[in-house]
């Protein structure tokens, strides 16, 4: 976050996660919690709701990670994880 940026609000991110490429794999983080986030750039005021992960003992901006994709629900990254291992699966039995 530059110092330009303000957070204005918080909302609880129960069941989301933050997609990050690890390597060309994809690993998911527990967002803990969505913020409501002015930026202000050349005299111009945006606002964005932005993910905030934790990591150690300080929460970050998500999506201001290098390797960050996208941000999906809980259960829809556990979906496309099971379909990717069956896949892997009837590729080696082949």
């Known amino acids: 976050m ?10 609880p991110a129960a069941g ?3 997609v ?3 390597g060309g794999e994809e690993s ?3 967002i803990v919690c969505f913020a409501l986030v002015e930026s202000e750039a050349g005299g111009t ?3 964005s709701v932005r993910p905030l992960c ?3 003992k300080a929460i970050v901006l998500a999506d201001e990670a290098p390797n960050f994709l996208r941000v ?12 990717d291992e069956e ?5 080696d039995e082949e």
């Not at 629900?73 to 979906?79: I, K, R, S, V, Y």
């Not at 896949?87 to 590729?91: F, Q, R």
Request: without cysteine; glycine residues 2%.
């Open 2 to 11: 530059s110092n330009l940026d303000n957070i204005i609000q918080i909302m």
């Open 72 to 83: 999906e629900e809980l259960a829809t990254f556990e979906e496309d994880e099971e379909e």
């Open 16 to 18: 989301w996660v933050a």
């Open 45 to 47: 005021r945006r606002r």
């Open 54 to 56: 934790a990591d150690g």
């Open 28 to 30: 998911a983080q527990a």
């Open 87 to 91: 896949d892997e699966e009837e590729e």
């Open 20 to 22: 990050y490429d690890e």
